[in-house]
């Protein structure tokens, strides 16, 4: 019910947009989310942005560099000034919740290999 897509191969400092199409039913009353996992490398959160788009968070390694952005049952990761460390896979990600401290995300994307080539 999420599809990421957007994926490639590009030359540091370059640029790529990822986007997820979410199907199914209507997910703009959930919040949105982007993780990446490198190869040997646990997955980490790199954006994550709220149901209305208001509230939005970076990891440190990505601030500045990439912006998340939704619509009603899509949304973005503009990534700009890319670096070989940014290569993973990338995952998107929506409805969070929290329980007993741990984040839970109701519903994954399958994967976008993103390859930054120094």
């Known amino acids: 019910q999420l599809q990421a897509s957007g994926g490639g191969l590009v030359q540091a400092g370059g640029s790529l947009r990822l986007s997820c199409a979410a199907s199914?039913?209507?997910?703009?009353?959930?919040?949105m989310g982007w993780f990446r996992q490198a190869p040997g490398k646990e997955r980490e959160s790199v954006a994550t942005i709220s149901s209305s788009g208001a509230q939005t968070s970076y990891a440190d390694s990505v601030k500045g560099r990439f912006a998340i952005s939704r619509g009603k049952n899509v949304g973005y990761l503009q990534m700009n000034s890319l670096r070989p460390e940014d290569t993973a896979v990338y995952y998107c990600?929506?409805?969070?919740?929290?329980?007993?401290?741990?984040?839970?995300?109701?519903?994954w994307g399958q994967g976008t290999q993103v390859t930054v080539s120094s």
């Open positions: 199914g039913h209507s997910f703009r009353s959930y919040s």
């Open positions: 990600a929506a409805q969070r919740s929290e329980v007993h401290g741990r984040e839970y995300w109701g519903y």
